[in-house]
C-alpha cells in the first residue's frame, strides 16, 4: 500500500486546488518510497526544496482565489499556510545546515497535515469557490 494515495475524499471540487493537492501528495509518497529504497539524503532533500516551492506558489494560489472572491475565512485559513511554511522552512534551514535528515516521522507529519488541512479548511473553501463559479480554473 503506497504511503500517501490521493483519494476521491480529497477533491474540493477545484480543478486548481485539486491538482495542486494531486500534486503535493505524490511529491510525499515519492520521497516515501525513496527514502525507503536508501536513496542518497541529498537526492531527497533536492525534492523537499521542490515541495516546500510548490507548497508557497499553491497557498499563494488558494490566497488569491480567496482575495477573488472575499472570502471570510481567509485571515484564519492564511495563518494555516503561514504555520505550515514557518514549519518546513525551519526543516529545509536544518537540512541546509547539515543538522537533520528527512525521516519517516517528517513525511508523516507533512502527509497528516496536508489530509487534516485538505479535509477541513480547503474544502470549506472549495464549497465557496464553487459557489462563485470558480470550479473550472
Ligand atoms: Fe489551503
Known sequence: MAFFEWKKEYETGVKGVDDDHRFLVSLIDEMSVALSQGVAQDLLHKTVYKLADYAR???KREENYMQMIDY????KHE???RAF????EEFVAKLDSGEGNLTHEVLVFLRDWLINH???TDKQLGIEL???GLKDE
Open 118 to 120: 485538505i479535509q477541513k
Open 85 to 88: 511554511t514557518k514549519k518546513v
Open 130 to 132: 464553487v459557489k462563485h
Open 72 to 75: 471570510s475565512e481567509q485571515f
Open 79 to 81: 495563518i494555516e499556510h
Open 57 to 59: 506558489f499553491h497557498f
